[in-house]
């Protein structure tokens, strides 16, 4: 008996130190087919069990499991060891130089003109007026004759205004010089009362370091029985502080001359342009903004209804100018060059939306 | 318009300073460009007198001058032909600035003689001229000393030299003083509206009545004619010339006019030139009151106001102009004189001999005047004044004025006063109801400050029965002809700034701004692009015609008939134009790879309607290099793009149908139109080569343009709500296939077929590899496609999925004839 237990002993000395000793799997799965398969040496033993007397089976029965219990242990112990190594091996192995760069992700930009309509209507939509549309190409009706330009005004001379050349009828299209041509569409085409805006292209035959022959506007007008000119004054003070994001901004209205207005204004900010740099809303200067006044009677009756029951306000600012006194470009024509390291500058993410609530930078 | 505060306080008693006027002249709509005092432009420089001039010895044109200065006697090079011994001129010591020049003088050594200051000429001081008239006298001199000096008599004489003080002036007096220049000058812009604004009266008048003082009122005298004139006025068109007054002033003698209105002259800019011109022009800024003055002894016959005739003359500026017969002109019996109203003729110009005047005071159309102007390119006072329109009722107080003032500086004796020609009716009175101030400008004014107001600006108030106001507009003020602009005036003397602001509705009360469906999409289409990497441009709405033409556009009726350059002279029809053009732009200055897009519109015609919506881009693609690999930007790339933006405008993208371009500027071959039925949605590819190379753009240029009123409008729906989601529990399973097509066979006809061979199960189709080559025939290419089945109700049994892969198999071969590759 002791034979055996000797035996045992050696057999289990010998199984570990080669289940140590293996280098890979494949090698430990060969010890553990030698000990533990159908033919293996602790299997054969165990195998023998049957034979042994009752007392016999007593004493080699737990040598014999315990046997089998330690070397398939360390067997599993040797593998996890083994697919640790191997899999720590393959990751030096397959390590990269992570400074090398990533393939370029190009993102573009939005056009400031696009932004600052965008914004412009946002802050009108707050205040509750729709967004009317007209086209490019107008009638002189629509441009001038219904806003109260006298016939052969100077400002419809060839100086001011692109024309085309007369239709059949003698008639000639132009450009629209100010988007006004809208209100007067909306107001042949609604009923007041009317609370609107509109945006776009408008074109002037001017062109120095401060007019561009294309320039874009933002006009609104309000039609109804009541409005008069300190609800007008209301809303351009709530716009520029929205636009311009100050909570106080001082302005002043000034009389002007428009002869689609009666009676006419521009509005003007303080402004500070100390130290080269323009901020807005305080400071010893003033600037001009935008042009206003209350519709004309003349246009109210040209469009269609009646002067006497019929009031309100119109007002028109110019985008780029604006564009240009919030976001800070000096000039105006690289507006419409398209230069990409102009748009990369003064462009919008297209990521970050303007919104009332999270204030217009979104 | 120009003007002094002295000037002003002729006609306002104030003690206002120039702070509160420019505050109370803006506040009531006049513009104020600059106020500037002269003085103290001048304050550095003084009277001097030059004791001795010699030569300077190294150098032939200079002379060393000793000068008695308000710093004590010093030595001064001088560069001057009359610096010379007894000369009373002006001094600037070191350290001054010269405005003429832009330069601070400095103690530098001129030729190695120490200069202690300098000697100006006019010009040095922006004043321009011949401060004293006191050079002419002194040419002979100057001629003499440039003949010393062997220089040109004339060049000397025009490049001038210093100023030449009255002889009189004493030593250390201070230029402003000397000048009487201490007085500060408003330079104002005034609209259109208001030409009464172009005269001092008008301004006094405003501000007297926003309470900046009081109006001095000074009518017109009432002076007796003496005899009837020997030459008579008249028009032989009213339409042109309304009124034409004339007077006859015999036995003058004209010269300088006095030195206060010389002085008054030069403070705004204006030359003095001889009492009678001077006087005009006088009036003109006085009382906005245009006047002409002929020499009496040079006119023909009488002085008809008529059309021109195409007949040429010289006007007082030296040039020849053609009258034709859209201008008025004033003509007599040998032909014409001037242009009424813009600027009068050489041939009877008063001169200093002039012994007879006839003075014309008329009333021209504005807008012929106008025209006048434009085409003969004239501008002058008298057209700033008449092309606005000047006060009807003015000729003869302007005529007894202009005499008033004749008569005092040169003397004479006038006849009666003509007026031809009548003058226009006055506007008609306004019933003005005083409640509508607060009705339109939103503030109480009690109505007998209304009242007042209206009648501090000149106008005639009577109350009418109902409370309401009858107010009679003054004859200067034809801008005012119903309730809206007598609101303006009150609003406008009583202060914008009183007007209250009435706080904004929020938008809780109202339904939130509405864009239209196309503005909306445009915004979708700028973020999707811009976050694709495309840069948004914006591009003049117009082109050159010619590319115009390339591009399906160029129509006689969208041809600018007066374009501001050659290259912008038609609407574009697309705006890849000129963004190609801007991308190229962009190479030539190093900056390749451009990707330009611009959401924005299109002209297919003149009519409402013919304007579209587009988005258009372009990419000038430069080879892409990276360390990974790639592959060069080819029209994949802007396909991608451009259903990603398709899909991005709501867009049934997986719906369209891929068509070769039909346009002659898209590249056979390498172009695609994206069709819903048959309706285009959008185009991309690659740019016409010859395209390309008349614009002067480099190939390849790939684009693509989206119509974006094509893509469908969404559909209305009652509710925000999404229909209910329906996932399914199954596991799609995918099968590959590998067909063998004739080399023109298209892609998306086999992928087609095979999406509706078994319509309930096949939710996906991918072609992932096209392969030419061994294995394959020639003049064949291999398609292989990746097929999702998407089961619905149950787990796919073999046999099932046997019996689709034969659909799909059959459905291929029958579209393309295809065959599955062995």
Redesign the interface.
């Known amino acids: 008996m002791d034979a055996m237990t000797t035996d045992i002993s050696a057999l289990e000395r010998d199984l570990l130190a080669r289940i140590d000793a293996a280098s890979d799997e494949a090698a430990l799965e060969g010890v553990r087919v030698e000990a533990l398969g159908k033919q293996g040496a602790i299997s054969n033993l165990m195998r023998t069990l049957g034979q042994m007397s009752a007392e016999q089976r007593q004493e080699m029965g737990p040598k014999l499991n315990g046997l089998k219990d330690r070397v398939g242990e360390a067997v599993v112990v040797k593998k996890a060891g083994l697919a640790e190594a191997a899999l720590e091996a393959k990751l030096k192995a397959e390590a990269v130089d992570v400074t090398?760069?990533a393939?370029?992700?190009?993102?573009?930009?939005?056009?400031p003109?696009?932004r600052v309509m965008?914004e412009m209507?946002?802050i009108?939509?707050?205040?509750?007026?729709?967004?009317e549309?007209g086209?490019?190409?107008e009638t002189d009706f629509n441009n001038f004759t219904a806003l109260n330009f006298p016939p052969?005004h100077?400002a419809r001379?060839?100086?001011d205004t692109?024309?085309?050349?007369p239709?059949a009828k003698g008639e000639?299209?132009l450009?629209r010089t100010h988007t006004s041509p809208v209100q007067v569409r909306t107001m042949l085409s609604q009923k007041p009362p009317i609370?609107m805006?509109c945006q776009g292209?408008t074109?002037r035959?001017?062109?120095d370091a401060t007019h561009t022959?294309?320039f874009h506007q933002t006009e609104g007008l309000v039609i109804d029985e009541?409005t008069?000119?300190?609800?007008l004054?209301?809303?351009l003070?709530?716009f520029v502080k929205a636009y311009f994001e100050v909570d106080d901004v001082e302005v002043?209205?000034?009389?002007?001359?428009f002869p689609f207005t009666?009676?006419?204004?521009e509005m003007d900010v303080r402004c500070d342009r100390s130290g080269g740099q323009l901020k807005i809303g305080q400071g010893k200067d003033w600037l001009e903004i935008l042009g206003c006044g209350?519709v004309?009677?003349n246009v109210i009756r040209n469009c269609g209804l009646d002067p006497e029951r019929y009031?309100g306000y119109a007002f028109g600012m110019g985008v780029d100018r604006l564009a240009m006194l919030k976001y800070g470009m000096t000039d105006l024509r690289p507006?419409?060059?398209?230069?990409?390291?102009w748009?990369?500058h003064y462009?919008f993410?297209?990521?970050l939306l303007p919104g009332l609530a999270a204030g217009l930078d979104g | 318009m120009k003007f002094t505060l002295s000037w002003l306080k002729e006609h306002l008693d104030t003690d206002a300073s120039v702070e509160a006027l420019v505050h109370t002249m803006t506040m009531i709509g006049i513009e104020v460009e600059n106020v500037e005092n002269p003085a103290l432009k001048y304050r550095p420089f003084t009277a001097a007198r030059v004791v001795e001039a010699r030569q300077h010895p190294n150098a032939d044109k200079l002379q060393v001058c000793q000068v008695d200065t308000v710093q004590g006697r010093l030595e001064i090079v001088c560069g001057a032909l009359n610096a010379r011994a007894g000369l009373v001129t002006i001094f600037a010591p070191i350290g001054t600035y010269i405005p003429g020049t832009g330069i601070t003088l400095e103690p530098k050594p001129v030729r190695g003689v120490v200069s202690n200051g300098m000697l100006c000429s006019e010009g040095e001081l922006e004043l321009g001229g011949d401060l004293f008239g006191l050079r002419e006298k002194n040419y002979p001199e100057w001629r003499a000393r440039a003949d010393q000096l062997g220089l040109d008599q004339a060049k000397a004489i025009t490049d001038g030299g210093i100023a030449e003080l009255p002889n009189d002036i004493a030593v250390g007096a201070p230029l402003a003083q000397i000048l009487e220049a201490d007085d500060p000058v408003f330079d104002i812009e005034v609209t259109p509206n208001r030409p009464d604004w172009l005269g001092v009266m008008g301004i006094a008048r405003d501000l007297a009545a926003a309470g900046m003082g009081k109006l001095i009122t000074r009518p017109a005298p009432t002076i007796k004619g003496k005899f009837v004139s020997p030459i008579s006025v008249g028009t032989d068109d009213p339409g042109a010339c309304m009124v034409f007054g004339g007077r006859y002033i015999r036995g003058v003698k004209n010269g300088p006019s006095p030195e206060w209105l010389q002085r008054r002259l030069r403070a705004i800019g204006l030359r003095p030139r001889s009492a009678l011109v001077d006087v005009t022009n006088f009036l003109t800024f006085d009382r906005a009151r245009p006047l002409h003055v002929y020499d009496a002894d040079k006119v023909r016959g009488h002085l008809r106001a008529r059309l021109g005739r195409g007949e040429t003359f010289k006007a007082l500026d030296g040039e020849t102009y053609e009258a034709t017969p859209d201008m008025c002109v004033i003509a007599d019996d040998s032909g014409v004189l001037g242009f009424g109203g813009v600027m009068g003729g050489e041939s009877t110009g008063c001169t200093e001999s002039t012994v007879n005047v006839l003075i014309e005071a008329a009333v021209f159309d504005n807008l012929r005047t106008f025209r006048t102007g434009r085409m003969t390119g004239i501008n002058s006072d008298a057209r700033y004044r008449n092309e606005r329109g000047i006060d009807p009722a003015s000729c003869a107080p302007g005529l007894e004025l202009a005499t008033k003032l004749i008569l005092e500086f040169c003397g004479g004796e006038p006849s009666d006063i003509i007026l031809a020609g009548e003058i226009p009716a006055p506007l008609a009175a306004v019933t003005f109801d005083p409640e509508r101030v607060k009705k339109l400008a939103g503030i109480s004014v009690p109505a007998a400050k209304s009242k007042t107001i209206l009648k501090a600006l000149g106008f005639e108030v009577s109350a009418d029965e109902a409370k309401k106001l009858v107010v009679q507009p003054p004859s200067w003020r034809r801008d005012v002809e119903g309730p809206a602009d007598l609101v303006e005036e009150v609003a406008r003397i009583v202060g914008y700034d009183e007007l209250p602001a009435n706080a904004p509705p929020r938008s809780a009360n109202y339904r939130p701004a509405a864009a239209s469906v196309g503005e909306s999409r445009l915004r979708i289409a700028r973020r999707a692009l811009a976050a694709a990497g495309y840069q948004e441009a914006v591009t003049w709405s117009f082109c050159r015609r010619a590319h115009a033409e390339l591009f399906g556009g160029g129509a006689g009726a969208l041809a600018l008939a007066n374009p501001i350059a050659p290259d912008l002279d038609c609407m574009r029809p697309t705006a890849l134009i000129n963004l190609l053009i801007a991308a190229q732009r962009n190479s030539d200055r190093g900056h390749r790879d451009a990707r330009l897009f611009e959401a924005g519109p299109a002209y297919l015609g003149d009519q409402d309607g013919d304007q579209i919506r587009t988005v258009a881009a372009v990419w000038q693609p430069a080879p892409q290099r990276h360390w990974k690999g790639s592959t060069p930007p080819d029209i994949f790339d802007v396909k991608r793009d451009c259903l990603a933006a398709l899909a991005a405008l709501g867009a049934p993208t997986s719906g369209l149908q891929t068509q070769d371009a039909d346009k002659p500027f898209w590249r056979p071959g390498r172009s695609a139109v994206l069709k819903l039925g048959n309706k285009a949605l959008a185009t991309f590819g690659e740019i016409h080569p010859r395209t390309l190379a008349t614009l002067g753009v480099d190939a390849p240029a790939l684009a693509f343009e989206i119509l974006v009123d094509a893509v469908p409008a969404p559909r209305a729906k009652a509710t925000r709500a999404k229909p209910p989601l329906d996932m399914n529990a199954l596991m799609p399973l995918t099968r590959d296939f590998a067909f063998i097509v004739e080399e023109k066979a298209r892609a998306a006809d086999l992928v087609r077929a095979v999406l509706g061979a078994e319509k309930g199960l096949i939710a996906d189709v991918c072609l992932f590899d096209v392969y030419r080559g061994q294995g394959v025939p020639e003049g064949k290419k291999s398609l292989a496609i990746e097929v999702t089945l998407q089961p619905k109700e149950k787990t796919l049994t073999d046999a099932e999925i046997e019996a689709v892969s034969g659909k799909i198999v059959q459905a291929a071969a029958q579209a393309t004839g295809a065959q599955l590759r062995a």
């Open positions: 090398l760069p393939a370029p992700a190009r993102t573009g930009s939005i056009h003109i696009s965008e209507a946002l009108f939509g707050e205040m509750g007026f729709r967004l549309e086209p490019d190409i052969q100077p001379d060839m100086h692109f024309f085309f050349a239709d000639r299209k450009l609370r805006i292209r074109y035959s001017d062109s022959p294309m009541t008069s000119m300190a609800d004054k209301g809303v003070m709530a002043r209205f000034r009389p002007h001359f009666e009676p006419s204004a209350m004309h009677p009031q507006f419409f060059e398209g230069d990409v390291r748009l990369r462009g993410s297209p990521y």
